[in-house]
C-alpha cells in the first residue's frame, strides 16, 4: 500500500509566479490536511478537505492561498503570487476519517521562493 | 487557543541512554494525542493515546498520557544512532486539525 505521494518534492519559483503543490492520499483515505512547516518551527495546520469540499480552512491565508480535493485526482494546493515568506515545507496528510483518526504524512514539498 | 508544549527542545545523549521526551497541552475538547519521528523528511507516525494510563509499546519506544495533568511522555531505552531526529508531538482537540507542538531535536552521539 503506497503512502502519501507529495509532488513535486522541490519546487524554485521566482516572486510573483505560482506555486501548485500536488497530494494524492493513501488508498482507502479521503480526509486530506495540509500544513506548513517554517524553518525551525513546528508544522501548523492550513487546511482540511474531503472529497469536493473544503471543512476546515481557519488555517490558510485568506490572499493568495486556496486548496481542492476534486472528485478526481490529487488535492491541489495552490499559492498564486508567491512572496518569500512563502518558503517552507509544505506536507500532506491524509487519514481514512472516524473511527481511525491518525494522520499519515507525505513526504513533503519544499519551497523555496527567490 | 489550544496549545502544546515539547520539553527540552533539544537533548544531547550517548548511545545506550533512555531518554524521555515531554508534552504538555491545554485542552478544549482533547480527543487524542500522537507523536511523530521526523527525519529529514516525512514525520513518521509512532503512537496515538487516548485514554489515560495505558503505555503502548513499539520495540524500544514506549508512550503514555495522564489526561489529568494534561501530558504525555515518549521514552526510548537503549538509544541508537539511528533514533537521532526530531520528535514531533500533536494533539487533536476535536475538530480533526493536528495542533502540533515544536519538537524536540534528539542527537545520539555515538
Known amino acids: 500500500n503506497a503512502g502519501v505521494m507529495q509532488n513535486p518534492r522541490h519546487l524554485v519559483r521566482r516572486r510573483g509566479q505560482e506555486a501548485r503543490l500536488r497530494c494524492s492520499p493513501m488508498k482507502g483515505h479521503s480526509h486530506v490536511y495540509w500544513y506548513r512547516q517554517l524553518p525551525e518551527e513546528g508544522l501548523k495546520f492550513m487546511v482540511y478537505?474531503?472529497?469536493?469540499?473544503?471543512?476546515?480552512e481557519s488555517g490558510m491565508p485568506k490572499e493568495r492561498f486556496s486548496a481542492e480535493f476534486p472528485k478526481e485526482g490529487p488535492s491541489i494546493l495552490r499559492i498564486q503570487q508567491v512572496v518569500r515568506g512563502d518558503s517552507a515545507a509544505y506536507f500532506c496528510a491524509s487519514s481514512p476519517g472516524r473511527p481511525e483518526e491518525t494522520q499519515y504524512f507525505g513526504p513533503g514539498t519544499r519551497l523555496l521562493v527567490l | 487557543e489550544d496549545k502544546v508544549v515539547q520539553s527540552p527542545l533539544s537533548l544531547v545523549v550517548h548511545e545506550g541512554d533512555t531518554v524521555t521526551l515531554n508534552c504538555s497541552y491545554e485542552?478544549?475538547?482533547?480527543?487524542?494525542l500522537l507523536w511523530y519521528k521526523q527525519e529529514k523528511k516525512a514525520p513518521t507516525f509512532l503512537f496515538m493515546l487516548t485514554s489515560s494510563g495505558i503505555e503502548k509499546k513499539s520495540g524500544r519506544l514506549s508512550s503514555i498520557l495522564d489526561k489529568k495533568e494534561l501530558f504525555s511522555i515518549l521514552n526510548i531505552t537503549a538509544t541508537q544512532t539511528g533514533d537521532s531526529a526530531v520528535y514531533l508531538c500533536a494533539a487533536n482537540f476535536g475538530n480533526e486539525k493536528l495542533t502540533f507542538g515544536t519538537g524536540t531535536r534528539l542527537t545520539i552521539i555515538p
Open positions: 478537505l474531503q472529497k469536493e469540499n473544503i471543512i476546515d
Open positions: 485542552v478544549t475538547n482533547f480527543r487524542s
